[in-house]
């Protein structure tokens, strides 16, 4: 009976210890796909999944299509990532815009303490379609000179083990703006996913970035303006 409880509590550790070794930080973009006319904006929230230590420090580097969007905002979450906590001061801009390459680089320090699990905002970027097209959004390290990435703190570098996403915004005439499911069509799916974040703001718990179809930070009536007069629609155009 003795060997069988040793047996037992071996087991369980080994699992645990598996469980906390193989865990896999992910990185997510919301929306992964929208649709806008010319001139219209589109919130994209940036997130990371699977915290399971207290992380010192990220760096993520966003790419887009410069001749289809332009950046008009982006911002870190500095409610939870901080670099005076790391006591040092950084020698590098938090975000970091170049339009004509076509990139955002963000840089965060310290992860506030006790903040784990899934969905943990690094930050946002704001797009505005100047010109019809495809833009693709992959986000990836940022690599920063002489800092490293994504380290917790026992210093061990996760750069390798985390999966990153590739997104998609359409600039297209007649767009479906108000198709947050991202399913190429406008119907009571969206406007489930519209009622329940209604209404809100950014860092709401309710807000929901696809849902904020003018890409103002707000969800309120101007969205659901928006999405009734394209309710419902099964003619949305092609955004692979």
Known sequence: MKKFWIYVLVVGFLCIFSASAFAQLEVTINPSKAQREVGGKVWVDIFISGVTEPLLSY???VNFNPSVLQVVAAEKNTDIWKFEDNGFTSTKPD???DNGAGEVMMIGGRLKP???????LLGHIVFEGTNLGVSSITVGLAKPDPYENFVDENEVLHDDEITFPTGLICIVEDACEGDI??????????ML????ALPSSHGDSRYN???????????NNIDALILRRELPRVDCPNCP
Not at 181 to 189: E, T
């Open 209 to 219: 970035a696809a849902a904020d179809l003018n890409g103002d930070g707000y969800i």
């Open 193 to 196: 996913y519209l009622r329940r």
């Open 181 to 190: 499911s991202g399913d190429g069509y406008i119907n009571n799916i969206d």
């Open 95 to 97: 975000v970091v815009i």
């Open 59 to 61: 760096g993520i580097k």
């Open 114 to 120: 006790g903040v784990t699990g899934d969905n943990i």
